[in-house]
């Protein structure tokens, strides 16, 4: 049984402009101990689901899902207080900016401390100083920087506080957005690293979102294509990069470097995103895809199964 089971999520934004559809109609799961990883161009909405699973939307958005089940319990279902406790107890999320993610005056310490007794008022303050404490050995940040601030630590230690606190309350899915974003390439090496090992030694569940092609294949068990609020392709790991059948996910291969021994020439993407304000009525790839037909601009593609575990949503796969 999956930890998290999400069927037909939408999410829209009311906006000045109407309502923009941001995410539509997407079905994804989680297992126990596993990764999904959510990637595709800026503004595709892996984000926004991460702050829907979260329950940390503003107040234009609207949700409309079947079901979004985590741990069998739905999560459309239950009142706002219990999604609080819900929150960071049970999912926890590692923001991609880690700066913005912490209070600049208030020791980065104390700020996990106060995460902790807010969601486990039955503990008392020195077991959650000590709890800290060991979460920094975890995250290899030393006991002495506990009592620091926040602009003391470097950017990579900075993204380890940030873990450290979805780690505080001991939850079993992390959504981890961006995690590695505007840090260098030694650093973000050390930070996926850390991450792997703490989801061997804690069995957690991961939801991870990148536009990093590189960083997804690193860690994630799963994939989730995303493009203009729609998964396209969706399947394992070696499924949806070695073997891709949607072309979009062609595209985005095609766009990566690669540093093998042949050369190999980038290729671009003509066009733009679609308006979600104002959509196409049919695939939303059409008027950037060479294979494009007249189908492709009147009917909704329909999902097809290249393999039991492999997906892909389009009109012109056989």
Same mark, same amino acid.
């Given at each position: 049984m999956a930890l998290l089971d999400v069927r037909n999520l939408s999410i829209g934004y009311q906006t000045r402009k109407g309502f923009l559809r941001a995410v539509d109609s997407v &079905? @994804? &799961?989680?297992? !126990? +101990? $596993? &990764? =999904? +990883? @959510?990637?595709g161009e800026s503004g595709c909405g892996k984000t926004t689901i991460g702050m829907t699973?979260? +329950?940390? =939307? %503003? $107040?234009? /958005?609207s949700v409309m899902a079947d079901q979004i089940m985590y741990k069998g319990r739905d999560l =459309?279902?239950? &009142?706002p207080e219990e999604m609080r406790k819900t929150r960071w107890k049970d999912i926890a999320m590692i923001f991609q900016a880690a700066m913005n993610a912490l209070n600049p005056v208030q020791r980065v310490g104390d700020q996990i401390v106060e995460a902790i007794l807010i969601h486990e008022p039955a503990l008392d303050k020195p077991a959650a100083q000590e709890r800290v404490e060991a979460l920094f050995d975890l995250v290899h940040i030393p006991r002495e920087r506990i009592r620091d601030f926040p602009h003391q630590y470097s950017g990579g230690m900075k993204q380890r506080a940030i873990i450290a606190m979805a780690l505080s309350?001991? %939850?079993? =899915?992390i959504i981890a957005d961006e995690p590695t974003t505007a840090l260098d390439v030694i650093v973000q090496d050390q930070i996926l690293d850390e991450i792997k090992t703490l989801q061997k030694e804690l069995i957690l #569940? *991961?939801? @991870? *979102? #990148?536009h990093d092609i590189a960083v997804v294949a690193d860690v994630c068990h799963t994939i989730a294509v995303m493009y203009a609020g729609q998964i396209v392709e969706y399947g394992k790991r070696e499924e949806v990069f070695e073997a891709p059948v949607h072309p979009y996910t062609k595209a985005l291969l095609g766009s990566y470097l690669t540093l093998g021994? !042949? $050369?190999t020439q980038l290729e671009g993407l003509n066009g733009e995103t679609p308006n979600l304000i104002n959509p196409p009525k049919g695939c939303r790839f059409c008027d950037r895809? !060479? /294979?494009t037909g007249p189908a492709c601009r009147m009917e909704i593609p329909d999902w097809i199964d290249v393999s039991r575990t492999h997906k892909a949503l389009c009109c012109k796969i056989t």
């Amino acid at each position: 049984m999956a930890l998290l089971d999400v069927r037909n999520l939408s999410i829209g934004y009311q906006t000045r402009k109407g309502f923009l559809r941001a995410v539509d109609s997407v &079905s @994804f &799961s989680v297992e !126990e +101990g $596993k &990764s =999904l +990883g @959510f990637v595709g161009e800026s503004g595709c909405g892996k984000t926004t689901i991460g702050m829907t699973l979260m +329950g940390l =939307l %503003p $107040k234009n /958005a609207s949700v409309m899902a079947d079901q979004i089940m985590y741990k069998g319990r739905d999560l =459309l279902k239950i &009142s706002p207080e219990e999604m609080r406790k819900t929150r960071w107890k049970d999912i926890a999320m590692i923001f991609q900016a880690a700066m913005n993610a912490l209070n600049p005056v208030q020791r980065v310490g104390d700020q996990i401390v106060e995460a902790i007794l807010i969601h486990e008022p039955a503990l008392d303050k020195p077991a959650a100083q000590e709890r800290v404490e060991a979460l920094f050995d975890l995250v290899h940040i030393p006991r002495e920087r506990i009592r620091d601030f926040p602009h003391q630590y470097s950017g990579g230690m900075k993204q380890r506080a940030i873990i450290a606190m979805a780690l505080s309350c001991r %939850p079993s =899915l992390i959504i981890a957005d961006e995690p590695t974003t505007a840090l260098d390439v030694i650093v973000q090496d050390q930070i996926l690293d850390e991450i792997k090992t703490l989801q061997k030694e804690l069995i957690l #569940s *991961i939801l @991870f *979102i #990148s536009h990093d092609i590189a960083v997804v294949a690193d860690v994630c068990h799963t994939i989730a294509v995303m493009y203009a609020g729609q998964i396209v392709e969706y399947g394992k790991r070696e499924e949806v990069f070695e073997a891709p059948v949607h072309p979009y996910t062609k595209a985005l291969l095609g766009s990566y470097l690669t540093l093998g021994t !042949e $050369k190999t020439q980038l290729e671009g993407l003509n066009g733009e995103t679609p308006n979600l304000i104002n959509p196409p009525k049919g695939c939303r790839f059409c008027d950037r895809c !060479e /294979a494009t037909g007249p189908a492709c601009r009147m009917e909704i593609p329909d999902w097809i199964d290249v393999s039991r575990t492999h997906k892909a949503l389009c009109c012109k796969i056989t």
